[in-house]
């Protein structure tokens, strides 16, 4: 199985900053690397797929990037909503596996 | 747009099947683009996927090892929705329950849009 790990755990920010969520695959996935946002209560909500392509919907402030095994989530001005936790996911084989998330906290 | 719905009873008792419905709208549990995907989470495993069912010419499933020989995924084309049924189950396998569509393009793949999430707890 590729194990995906993401790093911080958790991450404390103020509204405007900018903000870098990492993800590491332990093994080559090319760009098949998806992006999940998710809060309390609530289902996870598709970010971006593809390593950097936006899902539709999703504001602009919002990218990625990376290929190989090293990806990156961006936001590039943090907006109150954007509290919560973000995940990745490689969908390069099965069994389709899932990072654990970092959490993105108020300063 | 694709919404997927729910339901089940969210209360098993431990050696006993927990059983799980999501119901399509907006799409086809038959579709060529899709598969039907059943993800739980707890905070011991994470988001863990177990599995899916999907169309292509015949159906197809693919489970994960972790549950493989008591994981059963079904589509239903008379109700359009598809099914888990998970075999005796143990307080381990207390989670959130997702389902989600699984779609794909240009060789790419992604869960969305995903269940509103079913909180299964498992009495010893």
């Known amino acids: 199985d590729i194990q995906m790990t993401q790093s911080p755990s958790s991450l404390s920010a103020s509204v405007g900053d900018r903000v870098t969520f990492t993800c590491r695959a332990s093994?080559?996935?090319?760009?098949?690397l998806n992006w999940y946002q998710q809060k309390p209560g609530k289902a996870p909500n598709l970010l971006i797929y593809?390593?950097?392509s936006l899902q539709s919907g999703v504001p602009s402030r919002f990218s990625g990037s990376g290929s190989g095994t090293d990806f990156t989530l961006t936001i590039s001005s943090l907006q109150p909503e954007d509290f919560a936790t973000y995940y990745c996911?490689?969908?390069?084989?099965?069994?389709?596996?899932f990072g654990q998330g970092t959490r993105l906290e108020i300063k | 747009q694709v919404q997927l719905q729910q339901s089940g009873p969210e209360l098993v008792k431990s050696a006993q099947t927990l059983s799980l419905t999501c119901a399509i709208s907006g799409d086809s549990v038959s579709s060529n683009s899709a598969a039907w995907t059943w993800i739980r989470q707890s905070p011991s495993r994470g988001l863990e996927w177990l599995g899916r069912?999907?169309?292509?010419?015949?159906?197809?499933?693919d489970y994960a090892v972790s549950v493989k020989g008591r994981i059963t995924i079904n589509p239903d084309t008379s109700k359009n929705q598809f099914s888990l049924q998970l075999n005796s189950v143990t307080p381990e396998d207390t989670a959130v329950y997702y389902c989600?569509?699984?779609?794909?393009?240009?060789?790419?793949?992604?869960?969305?849009?995903w269940g509103q999430g079913t909180l299964v707890t498992v009495s010893s």
């Open positions: 593809a390593a950097s």
């Open positions: 093994q080559s996935i090319s760009n098949y």
């Open positions: 996911q490689q969908s390069y084989s099965t069994p389709i596996t």
């Open positions: 069912t999907y169309y292509r010419s015949k159906w197809y499933n």
């Open positions: 989600a569509r699984q779609g794909y393009s240009y060789g790419h793949n992604w869960f969305d849009p």
